[in-house]
């Protein structure tokens, strides 16, 4: 059986000789595109073209490639103001959200607080395109822009409160808002401000006066054709009107509308107004789109994969490239466009029926050769919907049912070749059928026939031999001449310059034979050293004079003047599997059919664009059609079929010589967060911070007919300079580029070459990391002057350390060495002087040299201990101080004691410090031994906090102590407080009489 038509979208009504009907291909998205929820709420397109989506899980935008959400929370309805915002409402909370950021300002309305739920609240507009809200039994109230909410006060007609109001439709044309209500039906007239009604029809207007046998009024529609649809009664039980207000009267147009539902229950949810003068009505089990004076129903079985299935139809709209959008509970359906294109679909019922062969006919009538069911006629399908099964052909033998080719002679005899050697002639005048089994085919399969200008009949075998036949004569073994055996199966034959034909033959290559000697002229053959992919050819197919395009395991380019070949020089080479024909239209485009689908190849442009449901045309669905056989029909039409589908249709309405849009900034991504897109749009350069230079742009052309079929190609300039193509808008990413300013480009083009009018760009700025920005420079700087000018102090500080040194001990060495060297000078020359016989004083001089030799030697011992560094810590210093002590006091009989704390042992001096430390220690011993006659000194050194304690204490006579203000008396005390003063520190002496003496020494360590 033969399916005289494919539902495809839903709306394939049968052709008739009237005209065409319309043809719809349904496409679906659904949450495994992207979608939240498959129960789609509301559909609208904002002004730059997204189209916006509530489902019960949220709200999302539509580019055409990618969903965005931009809330999770239900959606019920979506509409388009006129300043560009759009109106949602959510549950019974209303507002307007701003498409450019997304941000969401509620709405306040009269009687919020006495709504519950959601049901009973509808978002409207007016044919002026002003919104209000309806509360459905209960208020209609219009939005103010002055005072930015919904009040009844707003409202541009007064009517009476009784009303339970359930629409209001502007009426324009007539200045009149039409009031639906649950109690009554009527309307306001602005030039009369008043409301008539039913009951008080003071203007005699017909309707009314007609309506009061058909109250109460359902619903109310007016079209764009001034017709007024009105469906009255109850839901369950539904009557639909159709007045025309021009005529003034009713009109039987309704018809298809009182049958939705395929004769069970259904409800209209409402009615939109579609281009091209057609209203569709949508809702509970129930969605047709009118045409030809009747609502045709859309709906298709479960199994049609190019149609539309659903329980409820919730909303439509009609975006501004043409295209159909349908919100179902089973997800969203869209149809690119309304095509006149024809699908059949052999049924495989009653056994195989793979379509194997096509061919028109001197009558416009197309043939099918099918393997395993015969051959079929479709009669002048454009026209009408005849299609005949030839049963004259397909009975005459079991073999006749397996076609291979079928061609016409000048005699307009139509000759199928089948399997097993079978020649079938049939006369479409007598509509008889003759079968030729002759010898000379040895039962090898006629694979095709093709007819030169002279009219004679070429025949390939599958054995590989070619014969000629002139159709004027009988057809007999005699009448058949062999002109070639190519040893191999014999796929496809073709005439190139009206004196070559062009055979392939499998597993070989390519064999070209002149016509009018018969002779072979060239091979073209992989064991002549060509591509393997020749031995593969399916379908040769003559461009012009110098090309000639070859199908196959991949799509070539052939010379047939050089015949030379060439697999990559073509966009088609890289088309996924196999292909399998070829044909060229009028407008110079080359198509193919193969096992990945259908592609049209712009051989002007070089670029190639795959056709698919989304645009109308049923290509691959499932191994029920790979286009295998093609042919250009007279009228320019293209038939494709393969297995058991054939689709016809015209190439015309996919000439994509639209130029594209430009292209948006969808999405611009900064570390996994969305900028809002208004902020793209008006800075002039986005800036981006340095540690967070990774993001991402998203673009795309906002055109939904021309999805998938458009080239996008971007660049960032200050990265690279070449144009990097893509035919699917993804995201964009970058990670990580050097700081610096960039600008990213992108424009579309389609098939011909033509780009957008605009090429859309953006600014963007990467902030330099902070060391390498001016100020760090300029700190840097600082930081090295700081530093050189902190050396030079330290350099210059050192020079002045050293320096000090080196004058203290210049002092030291005057002070103690100076006048005991000078001292020991004058002693020596005076006993020099004195005479030898005064022995006794020569050795009282000698005595004191000695003495003052001894001190020179103890001082000089002092002074390179207090500058050797290893001496810098307080155990050095104690242990000097002992070896001090012992050899101070011990001759004295006097007993010492040393307690040193524990936590001074590591303390560290300075050089000048331990000196002053240490003379003030060996001042105090020596004032002990002279002046105290004590028994017993002790010396205590510890900590305190940051400072340092030195204790010596005696048990001697002690002294009077100096009334305070007195002048001090003996060097020795003061040399003692002047080297405090220099360690910074305080030195206090404390004694009394037959008491002994304390000195305490109170030094900062650091």
């Not at 015969?374 to 005459?396: C, Y």
């Amino acid at each position: 059986m033969v399916l005289r038509l494919l539902l495809s979208f839903a709306l394939l009504v049968a052709m008739c000789n009237t005209g065409h009907s319309q043809h719809f291909i349904f496409n679906r998205l659904s949450i495994t595109d992207g979608l939240l929820s498959n129960n789609i709420l509301t559909v609208a397109q904002d002004q730059r073209g997204y189209i916006w989506l509530g489902t019960e899980n949220g709200l999302q935008r539509y580019d055409g490639t990618r969903f965005r959400t931009i809330w999770n929370e239900r959606a019920d309805q979506i509409l388009t103001g006129n300043d560009g915002l759009l109106w949602v409402r959510s549950g019974k909370r209303i507002g307007r959200i701003n498409p450019g950021n997304f941000t969401f300002t509620p709405t306040p309305y009269e009687g919020s607080n006495e709504v519950y739920g959601n049901s009973g609240m509808w978002l409207k507009k007016d044919a002026s395109g002003r919104v209000f809200l309806l509360i459905t039994g209960k208020s209609c109230q219009y939005y103010s822009e002055k005072s930015g909410g919904f009040s009844q006060a707003n409202n541009p007609f007064s009517i009476p409160a009784s009303l339970k109001i359930k629409d209001v439709v502007e009426d324009r044309d007539q200045s009149r808002y039409w009031i639906i209500s649950g109690n009554d039906f009527g309307y306001w007239d602005r030039q009369t401000r008043q409301y008539y009604n039913l009951s008080n029809n003071g203007q005699a207007d017909h309707l009314l006066y007609t309506m009061a046998a058909y109250a109460p009024v359902a619903s109310f529609f007016i079209d764009d054709q001034k017709r007024y649809w009105i469906q009255t009664g109850s839901k369950s039980n539904a009557t639909f009107l159709c007045y025309n207000s021009a005529l003034n009267r009713f009109t039987s147009d309704t018809s298809g509308l009182n049958g939705m539902g395929a004769g069970s229950y259904f409800e209209v949810y409402g009615f939109k107004q579609l281009k091209e003068a057609a209203p569709a009505v949508y809702g509970l089990n129930c969605f047709g789109i009118y045409n030809d004076h009747r609502f045709n129903e859309i709906k298709t079985p479960a199994n049609n994969p190019y149609g539309i299935q659903f329980n409820s139809v919730e909303d439509l709209l009609q975006s501004d490239d043409g295209t159909v959008w349908v919100a179902t509970d089973n997800g969203l359906y869209f149809t690119s466009s309304v095509r006149r294109n024809i699908h059949i679909l052999f049924s495989q019922e009653k056994g195989r029926a793979s379509i194997s062969s096509l061919f028109e006919d001197s009558y416009n009538n197309i043939w099918v050769g099918t393997w395993g069911r015969g051959t079929f006629l479709l009669n002048n399908p454009q026209k009408s919907q005849g299609v005949m099964v030839l049963k004259a052909i397909n009975d005459l033998d079991a073999y006749t049912k397996l076609v291979w080719t079928i061609c016409e002679d000048k005699s307009k005899q139509v000759w199928i070749g089948c399997q097993e050697g079978r020649l079938a002639q049939y006369d479409p005048e007598t509509k008889r059928a003759i079968l030729h089994k002759l010898k000379i085919f040895n039962n090898s399969a006629i694979r095709q026939i093709i007819k030169d200008e002279e009219g004679l009949l070429w025949l390939g075998l599958q054995d590989g031999r070619l014969l000629t036949y002139n159709p004027s004569t009988p057809a007999v073994n005699s009448s058949f001449r062999e002109i070639l055996s190519l040893n191999g199966l014999i796929n496809r034959m073709g005439f190139i310059n009206n004196h070559q034909l062009w055979i392939a033959v499998h597993n070989k290559g390519i064999c070209i034979a002149d016509i009018k000697t018969g002779k072979l002229v060239q091979s073209i053959t992989v064991d002549q050293g060509q591509p393997s992919f020749i031995a593969n050819t399916k379908e040769l197919l003559t461009f012009n004079d110098t090309l000639c395009l070859i199908a196959g395991e991949k799509l070539g380019i052939l010379n047939p003047q050089k015949f030379k070949i060439n697999y990559s020089n073509l966009p088609g080479s890289q088309l996924p599997g196999s292909i399998f024909t070829l044909q060229k239209d009028q407008y110079g485009n080359c198509w193919a059919g193969g096992s990945s689908g259908i592609y049209k190849l712009n051989m002007a442009s070089r670029t190639i664009t795959r056709l698919t449901q989304q645009d109308g045309l049923i290509t691959i669905h499932n191994n029920s059609y790979v286009p295998e056989r093609s042919m250009q029909l007279r009228n320019g039409w293209l038939a494709f079929g393969g297995n058991q589908h054939l689709v016809l249709f015209n190439p015309a309405e996919y000439n994509n010589s639209m130029v594209p849009p430009s292209v948006n900034i969808t999405g611009f991504q900064l570390n996994g967060r969305y900028l809002p897109e208004d902020s793209l749009t008006a800075l002039n350069t986005i800036n981006i911070p340095y540690e967070h230079r990774v993001f991402s742009i998203e673009f795309a052309a906002i055109n939904f007919m021309q999805k998938g079929r458009l080239i996008y190609e971007y660049k960032l300039e200050g990265l690279n300079d070449e144009w990097i193509s893509l035919t699917t808008p993804t995201s964009i990413n970058y990670n990580f580029l050097p700081h610096g300013h960039y600008r990213f480009l992108v424009r579309a083009k389609n098939e011909l070459g033509q780009y957008s009018p605009t090429i859309t760009s953006l600014r963007i700025y990467i902030a330099p990391p902070f060391w390498k920005t001016a100020w760090f420079y300029i700190l840097v700087g600082l930081a090295i002057v700081s530093l050189l000018f902190y050396l030079h102090r330290l350099r210059l500080q050192k020079l002045l350390h050293i320096e000090k040194v080196r004058s203290r001990l210049a002092r030291d060495l005057h002070d103690d060495m100076g006048s005991t060297l000078s001292t020991i000078n004058i002693l020596s020359n005076m006993a020099l002087q004195q005479p030898s016989i005064d022995e006794a004083k020569s050795k009282a001089y000698m005595s004191t040299i000695s003495t003052s030799t001894s001190q020179m030697m103890e001082a000089m011992d002092d002074i390179v201990w207090s500058i050797n560094p290893v001496n810098d810590n307080i155990a050095k210093m104690v242990a000097r101080m002992k070896e001090t002590a012992g050899a101070v006091l011990e001759p004295k009989q006097i007993d010492y004691r040393f307690e040193i704390a524990p936590s001074v042992t590591d303390v560290h001096l300075s050089m000048e410090a331990r000196r002053e430390v240490f003379l003030i220690f060996k001042e105090a011993i020596n004032n002990i031994v002279k002046y105290a006659a004590a028994t017993l000194v002790t010396l205590t050194f510890k900590r305190k906090g940051p400072n340092l304690l030195l204790t010596i204490e005696d048990n001697g006579i002690g002294f009077e102590m100096a009334v305070p203000g007195s002048t001090v008396r003996g060097n020795g005390l003061k040399n003692m407080q002047k080297r405090a003063a220099a360690l910074k520190g305080q030195l206090s002496i404390n004694s009394q009489p037959g008491s002994g003496t304390s000195l305490k020494l109170v030094m900062p360590i650091a």
